[in-house]
Every structure is written in structure tokens, then in C-alpha cells.
């Protein structure tokens, strides 16, 4: 199933917006607080290694910094509606916006 042009949109805007206010929110958290709350935003998140906080500081360098962590978060339709979870809404600063799903 390939996105629609309206989320192709969504997902820019998102990306653009909301994204760099994420990042700029949960890393103000100390890395065991933003290591709980990444791991609830992902759902599915194992543990690695003997130290499970170092392993995800790794991912992240590794991979894609916290973009796969936001888009976990982030539901969006086929019309470009989008919603948030909560903890990413939480993180977002004075934009924040919620709806739990």
C-alpha cells in the first residue's frame, strides 16, 4: 500500500515542524528518563546488552537519530490528518498536542 499524496504531505510538514521541536524536547531528559520514554514510544523496543541505555544511545547515533522513535508516535490517515501520542506530544514544548491511540 503506498501513501497517498496528502500524507506524503503530512509526513513533510511533520518531519519539518514537529520533528526538530521533538528532538529538541526529549533530549533535554536525562539519558534514563529519555531512554524510558523512547522505549514506551516505540512499544516494541528489547533491551540490548548488558547495558540496555548505552545500546540505545548507539542506535540512535547509528541509525536515523530519533526519526524511527517519532514516527512510532505519529499516526497519519489517508486525508493528511495526522494524531500524536502522548509522549511525543509531551515532548514538543509549548505546540504540544495530544490524542491517545
Not at 29 to 51: A, C, P, Q, T, Y
Not at 72 to 85: I, P, W
Request: some cysteine; glycine content about 8%.
Amino acid at each position: 500500500m503506498s501513501e497517498t499524496s496528502e500524507q506524503l504531505e503530512t509526513w513533510s510538514y511533520l518531519r519539518s515542524y514537529y520533528y526538530p521541536r521533538f528532538v529538541n524536547g526529549i533530549t533535554r531528559l536525562n539519558w534514563s528518563n529519555r531512554f524510558d520514554v523512547l522505549k514506551m514510544i516505540h512499544g516494541d523496543w528489547e533491551d540490548r546488552g548488558e547495558d540496555p541505555i548505552n545500546a540505545m544511545i548507539e542506535y540512535v547515533k547509528e541509525n536515523n537519530g530519533y526519526f524511527e522513535f517519532f514516527c512510532k508516535g505519529v499516526e497519519v490517515f489517508e486525508d493528511g490528518s495526522f494524531k500524536l501520542k502522548h509522549l511525543i506530544s509531551a515532548h514538543l514544548g509549548n505546540i504540544g498536542i495530544c490524542d491517545d491511540f
